[in-house]
Structures are given as C-alpha cells and as structure tokens.
Antibody
Framework: QVQLVESGGGLVKPGGSLRLSCAASGFNFTDYYLSWIRQAPGKGLEWVSYISGSTSYTKYADSVKGRFTISRDNAKKSLYLQMSSLRVEDTALYYC???????????????WGQGTPVTVSS | DIQMTQSPSTLSASVGDRVTITCRASQGISSWLAWYQQKPGKAPKVLIYRASRLESGVPSRFSGSGSGTEFTLTVSSLQPEDFATYYCQQYNSYPWTFGQGTKVEIK
C-alpha cells in the first residue's frame, strides 16, 4: 500500500536551516508529482511546494520562495525539503503528499504522510 | 491567489443528522475542488474530488456538489467516526489553496 514517511523535523533558531525527508513506498515513484503541505499549530492547511515526477519541475508558495528548495531522488524514492532562513511563522507540522492529476493542470492530494514537526524559536 | 471561505467554522450535530458545509471561492474555479477530512493528530484524508466525485473507499453518505464559486459537502447521516474537521481545496490555479476548516462537533 502507499506509504509516505516524513523525518527531519525539529527545533531550530530563527535564521537557521533544516532538511526534511519523505520516504515513499507502494507506488511507482516517478509517475507522481509530490508536494509539501504545512499546518501551523491549531491552524489550517497551506500548500508549500511541489515537484514533478521525472523532470523535477518545481513550484513554490510565495511565502517560502527563495528560502525553501524541494528536490527528489527517484532512485531512493525520497522527497526532500531544504529550508533555510527559517522564520517563526514557518513553525508547523510538515506533510508530504502525493499529487493526483485531475484535469489539465489541477491536482489534489490522495495520500499524505503523518507529518514531521518544525519549530522555529529562539 | 484564490481565497476559499468555509462556513460555518464550527458545527454542532448529533449522530444521524444530515449536515452540510459550504465552501466559497473568491473567483470561479469550475469544478476543481476537493474535500478532506482530518481527525485530531492525523493527516487529512481526501473524500471528494472534482466537486462531486467520491474518492475510492469513501462511504456513500458523503457527497459534494457545486461549481463556479459555491460548493457544498453533505453528510447524509452523521456517524460517530465523522466528527472531525473538514477542509476544501481548490486546484483550478496556483497556488492551490485551502479553506480555513469546519469543525464538526458532537452536540
């Protein structure tokens, strides 16, 4: 069955860096776009970034553009999020999710990991 | 960015009740809308995509409708396991955006 397992979260000071990982299994990894989605404590969901399957085309939310970098290693079936210049407002539970194509451009999220927590605090 | 607004923010209901949650988009999104259910401490789970299509494995008591800017999620007969927070998400244009959530509580 499809599994997504995140790791790498933790406590970091403002301005610091952190690298999140997501190990995937149970599906043909290169066939799917993957996204990072975050949820601040007690708040709603915010899409952060996506990466395409084999061409590694990427896109970012304005709130993280220039600070976060999404990447993937198809041989290792792993997704990454390199986060730098972290801010207090980046504090959240970070989920990796599998994108499901629907329509020409659109995608929703059909499988999610359990999330890894990131806390940015001095 | 397209803003998604859900109402109500909180809904109190009893087992067996029919409940409806509304999601409004700040501009037209055709039918490119998904609904998710999230239980405390768990990841969201997709229920509905393309506004009205039931995701595989989701009970038929869940249904979705709407197009353009106004959408609804209906639970025909609320079950104990349905008490959760529900989110809508538009995927008409980037960035994909979510509603703020509707918490369905036990009355």
């Amino acid at each position: 069955q499809v599994q997504l397992v995140e790791s790498g979260g933790g406590l970091v000071k403002p301005g610091g860096s952190l690298r999140l990982s997501c190990a995937a299994s149970g599906f043909n990894f290169t066939d799917y776009y993957l996204s990072w989605i975050r949820q601040a404590p007690g708040k709603g969901l915010e899409w952060v970034s996506y990466i395409s399957g084999s061409t590694s085309y990427t896109k970012y939310a304005d709130s993280v553009k220039g600070r976060f970098t999404i990447s993937r290693d198809n041989a290792k079936k792993s997704l990454y999020l390199q986060m730098s210049s972290l801010r207090v407002e980046d504090t959240a539970l970070y989920y990796c999710a599998r994108d499901r194509n629907d329509g020409i451009v659109g995608r929703y999220f059909d499988y999610w990991g359990q999330g890894t927590p990131v806390t940015v605090s001095s | 960015d397209i803003q998604m607004t859900q109402s109500p923010s909180t809904l109190s209901a009893s087992v067996g009740d029919r409940v409806t949650i509304t999601c409004r988009a700040s501009q037209g999104i055709s039918s490119w809308l998904a609904w998710y259910q999230q239980k405390p401490g768990k990841a969201p789970k997709v229920l509905i995509y393309r506004a009205s299509r039931l995701e595989s494995g989701v009970p038929s008591r869940f249904s979705g409708s709407g197009s353009g800017t106004e959408f609804t999620l209906t639970v025909s007969s609320l079950q104990p396991e349905d008490f959760a927070t529900y989110y809508c998400q538009q995927y008409n244009s980037y960035p994909w955006t979510f509603g703020q959530g509707t918490k369905v509580e036990i009355k």
